[in-house]
């Protein structure tokens, strides 16, 4: 008995270990790559140590792409569109949760029946308006349509109406306060975790956005990194230690923050689907 | 819950509604010319032929037509159902296992486990298609070639084979998605009180049974959500066959998916109108795979309430 209960855990850790090495391992043979020239992705058996052509391979990258300017250009955009996205769903949050005003059952459903709306549906005359406005080639045209994000709104009225209590509103209201003020100095400072969890959805979500940024950017000093990297493989003969250097020094930002707040991000994902 | 407030306070929840209003306002300005109007235009160039500069011109349902007699048409819908089946189906039956041993007390390194599952899903698709693209490269000498080799199997054309193509993207989509299903999962399995599986085991009921019993049932909300977006998700599949392909992305059929053909028919042909007109198809595929989903996962529901009592 006890030897077949130590059998099972054994065949547990088994399954773990082995789905945790195919997790991890793609984010290690990337940096081998990226630290070997390309011909050693030819040999046999396959190189698994890292070289000596990191800096190298880099360099290549940066001849091939813009790389800091498109790495500059995505971080602006994803922070403008988190900042943004904020705004509008903690206000909006807050007149859905806390406000009484005709129409509100059906303004705050349709806001969510907008979820149902692929964005590939609206993708040509997005196009078509942002080149008739003349915004094709500018940051603003490649993240103006993220600006719509009926889920934080969604996620902002449920933390607002749970955390924020309507005695705490209307004591203020007694005490004079306009209702902009409330918002300001009440309901901001209780939802600031609601904004992590919020913010992180929505910046990670716009850090790895491609298929409009590929619609509307074509100059290559507009170009987001996803674009930039995308770019890198667009030619028959490729370098592959080129590519993955480019994707290797793209990405360790990301895995780094994640590292650095991975349960913050675990519960991001926990909160912005189950509720 | 708004305020309870007496008739003298009238003119102050004037003052509510139009401070409501104004702060709901940004969202439906921007909605109305980003969201809608794009929406709506769409319906209306699928009726039209458009180049994008010249006269639109009324054509009927002349774009349909063209679209639903394009074999590639249909080839495209056949790659991204295939592909989003093995993509993500296996991704329910792994993540749940994934979640179930991440969810059991014993389990040492239990935070290194599930960070390091969830890892991928940090990397932007571009950046998993790339990756994926070197190790699925159509070279003899490619490590998946090396692997499949070592197995006594021949070396596969992964990007210009029938089902090289597909089996490397639907590969790539379940490794960067599987760590966040898992996460969904898991969260289910912590909501599930510990007490029923203490009733469970005091009853004699085996870990299989608890798990038929207790925890599929009460995971089921759960899988029906991760199911709903995963079919959402695969129907829109665009960027990694796109990034994986590369320059031959668009001139070959074996990975193309409905978004790839409309892209394809809007920006490289210039044929606004068949664009639309598949965007509209594809926009009808979703309701009706979203609807199929609910009344399959509503019956589901029905039969694990039975089930439990």
Partial sequence: MIKN?????????????????????????????????????????????????????????????????AMFNTLI????????????????????????????????????????????????????????????????????????NPLGIFLM??????????????????????????????????IL?????????????????????????????MYTIQVALSSMNTTSNVDFGMILSGVFWATIPLVIVFLMFNKLFIASITEGSVK | MAFTRKRKYRSEATKDKISAYLYISPFFIIFAIIGLYPAIFSLYLAFQKWNGLGEM??????????????????????NTVVMGIMGTAPQI??????????NQAYLKFKNTFRAMVFLPYITSMVAVALVFGVFFSSNDTALANYI?????????????????????????????????????????????????????????????????????????????????????????????????LGSSAFSRTEAMTVVMYLYRDAFSLQSFGTGSA?????????VVASAINTYLTSGVRGKGKGMKS
Avoid at chain 1, 16 to 27: D, E, G, R
Avoid at chain 1, 87 to 103: M, T
Avoid at chain 1, 120 to 144: E, H, R, S
């Fill in chain 1, 5 to 69: 209960f130590k059998l099972g855990r054994f065949f547990v850790y088994l399954f773990l270990i082995v789905a945790a090495f195919l997790s991890v391992f793609p984010f290690y043979w990337m940096f081998v790559m990226a630290t070997r020239p390309s011909a050693a992705y030819n040999s046999i058996p396959p190189t698994l140590t890292p070289g000596d052509q990191l800096v190298e391979n880099f360099q290549k990258v940066l001849e091939k792409i813009p790389f800091f300017g």
């Fill in chain 1, 77 to 148: 955009m994803c922070l403008v569109v988190t900042l943004v996205v904020l705004l509008i769903s903690s206000l909006a949050g807050f007149a859905f949760a806390k406000f009484k005003f005709p129409g509100k059952n059906i303004l705050f459903v349709s806001i969510l029946l907008t979820m149902i709306i692929p964005p590939q549906l609206g993708l040509i005359p997005q196009y078509y308006l942002v080149a008739k406005f003349g915004l094709l080639d500018t940051l603003f045209g490649a993240m103006v349509i993220f600006f719509l």
């Fill in chain 1, 157 to 190: 009225r449920q933390y607002i109406s749970q955390s924020v209590s309507d005695e705490l509103i209307e004591a203020a209201k007694l005490d004079g306060c306009s209702n902009f003020r409330i918002f300001r100095s009440i309901v901001l400072p209780i």
């Fill in chain 1, 193 to 221: 975790p609601a904004f992590a969890t919020l913010g992180i959805i929505v910046f990670t979500a716009t850090w790895g956005e491609f298929l409009w940024q590929f619609t509307v950017l074509r100059d290559p000093d």
């Fill in chain 2, 57 to 78: 011109s009324f054509v009927g349902l002349h774009n349909f037509t063209v679209v639903l007699q394009d074999p590639i048409f249909w080839k495209s819908l056949y």
């Fill in chain 2, 93 to 102: 039956i792994v993540g749940i296992i994934l979640a179930f041993i991440l």
């Fill in chain 2, 148 to 244: 499949l080799n070592l197995f006594g199997m021949d070396s596969v054309a992964w990007k210009t084979s029938e089902w090289g193509a597909k089996i490397a993207i639907s590969i790539m989509v379940f490794w960067r998605w599987i760590g966040y299903n898992t996460i969904i999962y898991l969260a289910g399995l912590q909501s599930i009180p510990k007490d029923l599986y203490e009733a469970a085991r005091i009853d004699g009921a085996s870990i299989l049974q608890q798990l038929r019993y207790i925890t599929i049932p009460l995971l089921k909300p759960f899988i029906v959500l991760t199911v709903f977006f995963s079919t959402v998700g695969a129907l829109q599949l665009f960027t990694e066959p796109t990034v994986f």
């Fill in chain 2, 278 to 286: 598949t965007a509209v198809i594809l926009l009808f595929i979703i």
